[in-house]
């Protein structure tokens, strides 16, 4: 699998994920123009490295898109873990204030 074509796939994934996790339709469709706009600009400097022969920018390009990819999953997985960690708090909190409002 090319480079693009693993690129478009992960994109598509992500989007796939967000929209799943957040239906946000006109945010959706920003996300869809934005991730257009973004491919339409990497084939464009991947064609330009073509016709340069310079190959070495593109690969940097992924690199550093992959690193930023890893760690928006990092920040959902902390994201998620939060607020899983806000709801406790907050079934605790309305625990403890029932028990004193008893007493």
Request: with cysteine; glycine share 2%; net charge positive.
């Amino acid at each position: 699998m090319t480079e693009v074509a693993k690129r478009l796939k992960d994109s598509t994934r992500t989007l796939c994920r967000v929209l799943k996790d957040n239906p946000d339709i006109e945010g959706g469709n920003e996300k869809i123009k934005q991730d257009r706009l973004d491919l339409i600009e990497t084939l464009q400097k991947l064609s330009k490295e073509l016709t340069d022969l310079s190959y070495s920018k593109h690969k940097q390009d992924l690199d550093d898109e992959k690193k930023r990819q890893g760690r928006l999953e990092e920040l959902r997985a902390e994201e998620k873990n939060l607020i899983q960690k806000i709801k406790s708090i907050e079934k605790d909190h309305k625990t403890a204030k029932e028990t004193a409002t008893k007493h």
